[in-house]
């Protein structure tokens, strides 16, 4: 017993220790939070008007200044259990796909930026590990080895690409993430720059694509666990990664470097962004129909206002005429009104004076696409509520149900979460009749079904539709059916089991 105990007492002893050196990822999520207590401070040395190959510069004099600690590259993984803690205790998140698991077999250590492409001097390859940042926490990550294989050393690009997309795992938000990590290693080295490419030579120790890390670092915004992680590595290392805490500097960096790029970061000026809002607009596009006319805003994100220009342009901002739409405008506020089937560009542009005395002008797009106009006829509910019998006292329960629009194009779409549901107040036995309507613009259509209500204690019943009426309400009744057939399969059950107690 005294050895059991002694053996007890080690093992305990072995994961306190674990505990005082690693953390927890809990204790990193709650307090690795700007450990030097520089919040306000830690970028006070970079000019809130620097840009171009200045600001790199500058963050990179700043990395270095602040960065305390190397980790030698056969060390960093005992550290991912707290940069990249897992669900469970134990476990890490592997980059990419965002699966849980130990840092067991299945993994490996992903170079963000691949280490075919460190060459140094023209060589090759480098020794894994000799380079500065191949020990930085900020770059290299856990991931799955076959994600790590598939990967390989490929640029970053959209699946039409020649190169490799993170987002084709299922989660997309890991584009921002690979961005914002490339964008770090170009600050971190000097030696290390992006091509606008799909692929390089690996001597070049470039990397890509730059046009579209820029758009993933705008359309993928900076979530949670890269925060958590930002202050859990300046924990480990002292410094950060400033494009984490300021993704803006990506676009004042390369935002000028050529028409793609410009296009992309045309709405980031030095004092804010220009937006253009609706509620319709979905990923940058809006689609009106002919005769339809939309109502559009200008923002401005920064403390200064702006004046405000509205026109038609093509995708890189460049103004054009246009006859598939009208305009009217006063400043910050547009309307719009569809005339004939087409894509054109609604572009807003920005003008202002900045702090530094320099004048800005941005501008931002959004796609306009133009359709012929379609009106809703009707709806039908294609499959019922998973609850039909109700008792006196229940609270009506849509779940299950289907509801499908049809429109005068000959078109139909799902439209189950836009319906709203009235008569349902099941406070009194009976059949109640539920109404179903959807409003598409200004058309109103409508259909119903009955559901049973019973007095409590009162018999059962199939959870299962009687006729309706309503908008093409043809809702055939099936409970009797149902009913009878519930019937005699409680009869053969109970003959069944009657047979089997003979035996």
């Known amino acids: 017993m005294n050895r059991l105990k002694l053996l007890a007492l080690s093992i305990l002893s072995s994961a306190s220790l674990s505990v ?35 600001l790199t510069k500058n963050l990179n004099t700043l990395n270095n200044l602040k960065r305390q ?16 803690p897992g669900a469970k205790s134990g476990q890490v998140t592997a980059f990419y796909s965002g699966t849980s698991a130990r840092y067991s077999g299945n993994m490996s250590r992903e170079h963000i930026w691949p280490y075919s492409r460190l060459a140094l001097n023209g060589d090759d390859r480098v020794d894994e590990g000799k380079n500065l940042i191949e020990q930085d926490l900020h770059m290299v990550r856990p991931a799955l080895k076959d994600d790590n294989t598939g990967r390989g050393n490929k640029f970053f690009t959209m699946p039409d690409g020649q190169g490799w997309d993170p987002g084709a795992l299922g989660d997309e938000s890991y584009r921002g993430d690979s961005a914002r990590i490339v964008f770090y290693c170009t600050i971190a080295d000097l030696n290390l720059t992006l091509a606008d490419k799909d692929d390089d030579g690996k001597n070049n120790r470039t990397m890509g694509k730059m046009s579209t890390l ?3 670092n705008l359309k993928y915004p900076v979530k949670d666990r890269e925060k958590t992680r930002n202050e859990a590595v300046e924990s480990l290392q002292g410094h950060r990664n400033p494009f984490i805490d300021h993704p803006e500097y990506a676009c004042r960096i390369w935002g000028n470097y050529n028409a793609n790029t410009r296009r992309i970061c045309g709405s980031y000026g030095l004092e804010g962004q220009v937006a253009i809002n609706n509620s319709g607009i979905s990923d940058d596009e809006y689609i009106l129909e002919i005769g339809d006319t939309a109502n559009f805003t200008a923002s401005f994100s920064g403390d200064i206002t702006p004046t405000y220009s509205w026109t038609f342009s093509d995708v890189n901002g460049l103004v054009q005429e246009t006859d598939i739409a009208s305009i009217n405008s006063s400043n910050s506020s547009s309307s719009v009104t569809g005339l004939k089937s087409g894509i054109t560009y609604l572009k807003v542009q920005a003008t202002y004076t900045a702090g530094n005395g320099s004048s800005e002008t941005i501008w931002k797009a959004i796609k306009l696409t133009v359709v012929p106009r379609v009106d809703v006829s009707s709806i039908q509910v294609t499959n019922f509520p998973n609850k039909i019998s109700y008792y006196v006292g229940d609270t009506f329960n849509s779940y299950g149900i289907k509801v499908m629009a049809s429109f005068s194009d000959g078109t139909s779409m799902d439209v189950t979460n836009k319906v709203t549901y009235e008569n349902t107040d099941l406070s009194s036995a009976g059949t109640k009749t539920i109404t179903v309507k959807y409003q598409y613009k200004q058309v109103t259509v409508q259909t119903a079904f009955n559901v049973f209500v019973r007095e409590q204690g009162g018999g059962g019943g199939g959870d299962t539709p009687a006729k309706s009426g309503g908008c093409g309400g043809n809702i055939m009744s099936t409970s009797i059916i149902l009913s009878s057939l519930s019937l005699i399969s409680a009869l053969l059950i109970t003959v069944s089991i009657k047979k089997r107690k003979k035996r």
């Open 20 to 54: 005082v050196l690693f953390g927890s990822p809990k204790d990193v999520a709650a307090t690795f939070a700007y450990q030097n207590n520089d919040a306000s401070t830690y970028y006070s040395s970079i000019d809130k008007y620097d840009t171009g190959n200045s």
């Open 69 to 84: 600690r190397l980790i030698p590259y056969d060390n960093l993984t005992q550290y991912f259990s707290q940069t990249d």
């Open 214 to 216: 820029l758009e993933w």
